[in-house]
Every structure is written in C-alpha cells, then in structure tokens.
T-cell receptor
Framework: GAVVSQHPSRVICKSGTSVKIECRSL??????MFWYRQFPKQSLMLMAT?????????EQGVEKDKFLINHASLTLSTLTVTSAHPEDSSFYIC???????????FGQGTRLTVV | DQQVKQNSPSLSVQEGRISILNCDYT??????FLWYKKYPAEGPTFLIS?????DKNEDGRFTVFLNKSAKHLSLHIVPSQPGDSAVYFC??????????????FGTGTRLTIIP
C-alpha cells in the first residue's frame, strides 16, 4: 500500500507553546489529507479535512484557531496545535488519499503530551 | 451520534479458528466500507474494503461481508493467527455537507488470538 509518514512520533511540550506535526505522502500525491485524534480506548475522531491549496474544513466542535492545518503541497500537510494545554494531550493521526482512490492510508501517529 | 458501531469491544479466538468481527451503521448514504487494523501507538493499517454494490469481498485470509438491508458488515479472518491480535476498526465512507468524502470510524474491537 501507499506510504504516509508522520513526524514526530512523540512530542512533549510545555503548556502555552505550539507544536507542529507533519504528514507526508511518500509515493503518491495526496489531494486530500485528514487529521484525526484518538483518545484512550476510543475511536478515531475526524478533526478536519484538507484539500491541497484550499482551506481546511473542520468538524463541529474543533477550534480552527487552535488546530491550524496547512496543506501547501500535494505531499505535505501540517497540523499546528497552538497554545497547547494539557487537555490537548492525545494521539494525533493523519491520513492521505489519492484522487480517485477511496482507501485512505495512515501515518504512524503522533503522541502529544502537554505538561 | 455514533453512525458506525462496533458493539463488541473485545473478542478472543483460538488460533486456527475463525474470527468474526461485526459492524453496524445507520447512514444509508455510506457507499464504501473499510476495515483497518491498529496496533498500540501506531496508525491504522488498511486491510480490506467493500463497495456498497457488492455483498462480499475476499483477500487471502480476510473476507468482508456486507448486508445492506440490515446495514451490517462483518470481517472474517480464517485461520486466525497470533499476529492478528490487534484492534480492528470498521470505517464507512460518505460525503460530508462540504462535498468531501470522509471516513467515519467505529469504536473498534480488540481481537486477541489465543495460541
């Protein structure tokens, strides 16, 4: 299957700082990328969908100004958690999909801990 | 509103026997269904999918069955192997109000294969 690389895999940051997570499609062009959040023992919750070159569309309840998403190229999307709080600690996962393909391929995930 | 449900949070199966994971959905607009396998602290891995126009899709040890009238799908793994122990997510694909296709995930079933 296609390869999606997510970086970093783990990050610890202080409250009030910002953290950027990168998601790259390594062997295909991802016209659409998705960002998910997973709480312990819960399902993957879609946060936002980003299409290359346009603004991300956020799911209800997700703060746009807190979770900044940029999809500047067909192979890279970034999620920036701004002014992080301990409650933002979670497992964040990106996925990418090629045009015309329904299967989405996932990155390895990023474990964010805000202290 | 949980549109995709996996009512069994866990399942234990003897090695070599058949594992059957179930998934129910409520939205009749879903047109594609996927199964993902996930290990702790990793992103999900795509396993198998099925279009809503089919009722069965087989790939090696994995078979997915779709019953549209019952809004139910199942994943069969036979024979089950210890390496199959993981959390399995059912996902359904459908268009959002913005016209994007997005995946809605179930809550997952933890499968444990007993040697």
């Amino acid at each position: 299957g296609a390869v999606v690389s997510q970086h970093p895999s783990r990050v610890i940051c202080k409250s009030g700082t910002s953290v950027k997570i990168e998601c790259r499609s390594l062997d295909f062009q991802a016209t659409t990328m998705f960002w998910y959040r997973q709480f312990p023992k819960q399902s993957l919750m879609l946060m936002a969908t980003s299409n290359e070159g346009s603004k991300a569309t956020y799911e209800q309840g997700v703060e746009k100004d807190k979770f900044l998403i940029n999809h500047a190229s067909l192979t890279l999307s970034t999620l920036t958690v701004t002014s992080a709080h301990p409650e933002d600690s979670s497992f964040y996962i990106c996925s990418a999909r090629e045009v015309g393909v329904t299967e989405a391929f996932f990155g390895q995930g990023t474990r964010l801990t805000v202290v | 509103d949980q549109q995709v449900k996996q009512n069994s949070p866990s399942l234990s199966v003897q090695e070599g026997r058949i594992s059957i994971l179930n998934c129910d959905y409520t939205n009749s607009m879903f047109d594609y269904f996927l199964w993902y396998k996930k290990y702790p602290a990793e992103g999900p891995t795509f396993l198998i999918s099925i279009s809503s126009i089919k009722d069965k899709n087989e790939d090696g040890r994995f078979t997915v069955f779709l019953n549209k009238s019952a809004k139910h799908l199942s994943l069969h793994i036979v024979p089950s192997q210890p390496g199959d122990s993981a959390v399995y997510f059912c996902a359904a694909s459908g268009r959002t109000n913005f016209g994007n296709e997005k995946l809605t995930f179930g809550t997952g079933t933890r499968l444990t294969i007993i040697p």
